[in-house]
T-cell receptor, first 114, second 113 residues
Framework: DGGITQSPKYLFRKEGQNVTLSCEQNLNHDAMYWYRQDPGQGLRLIYYSQIVNDFQKGDIAEGYSVSREKKESFPLTVTSAQKNPTAFYLC?????????????FGDGTRLSIL | GENVEQHPSTLSVQEGDSAVIKCTYSDSASNYFPWYKQELGKRPQLIIDIRSNVGEKKDQRIAVTLNKTAKHFSLHITETQPEDSAVYFCAASMRGNAGKSTFGDGTTLTVKP
């Protein structure tokens, strides 16, 4: 059964701590994306990657980092530099590079500060 | 960059009534307009999309219309059911924009039985 798997579902971060959110897809999609969702707001793009070993900053990249060492995997690290990390994080993918096509989303990770 | 505005932010209808959600976009180069439905605590899922070379698209009770001149597109849900209750997001993207979609802020639709 193909899809996008995000883990963990819930994550708590202590002050000064970096945490990593996992995103794995078995859809053989080329491009992957990370979004942040705050209450009452739309999805805001953090980072995206259209090909292995390459990624670009989105609209709100400060305080976050990513890697794309494998086509299937696109982990997001929330660093201590992100002062307001509490949000719902969604990973997505598209079959091809470019966005004039549907995005497939994971179930999300809810991050909170301890 | 692209800016997408979505209205209304909340919408409450009686079961069986129609619901309409509207989005406006700023960049005339945008050419792909999807609509996603997100149930509480779940992932957004595509329900319908439209490309700029089409004015209207329908799928059973759901339809989307696009007015390129006015730069707006709308989601129409007819014969609403309680299971239609969710948050609906519109988005706009353009070919060659290197992976960037711009989303509206969402509309919370409540269908009262």
């Amino acid at each position: 059964d193909g899809g996008i798997t995000q883990s963990p579902k819930y994550l708590f971060r202590k002050e000064g701590q970096n945490v990593t959110l996992s995103c794995e897809q078995n859809l053989n999609h080329d491009a992957m994306y990370w979004y942040r969702q705050d209450p009452g707001q739309g999805l805001r793009l953090i980072y995206y990657s259209q090909i292995v070993n390459d990624f670009q900053k989105g609209d709100i990249a400060e305080g976050y980092s990513v890697s794309r060492e494998k086509k299937e995997s696109f982990p997001l690290t929330v660093t201590s530099a992100q002062k307001n990390p509490t949000a719902f994080y969604l990973c997505a993918s598209t079959l091809y590079r470019g966005t004039d096509q549907p995005q497939h989303f994971g179930d999300g990770t809810r991050l909170s500060i301890l | 960059g692209e800016n997408v505005e979505q209205h209304p932010s909340t919408l409450s209808v009686q079961e069986g009534d129609s619901a309409v959600i509207k989005c406006t976009y700023s960049d005339s180069a945008s050419n792909y307009f999807p609509w996603y439905k997100q149930e509480l605590g779940k992932r957004p899922q595509l329900i319908i999309d439209i490309r700029s070379n089409v004015g209207e698209k329908k799928d059973q009770r759901i339809a989307v219309t696009l007015n390129k001149t006015a730069k707006h597109f709308s989601l129409h849900i007819t014969e609403t059911q309680p299971e239609d209750s969710a948050v609906y997001f519109c988005a706009a993207s353009m070919r060659g924009n290197a992976g960037k979609s711009t989303f509206g802020d969402g509309t919370t639709l409540t269908v009262k039985p």
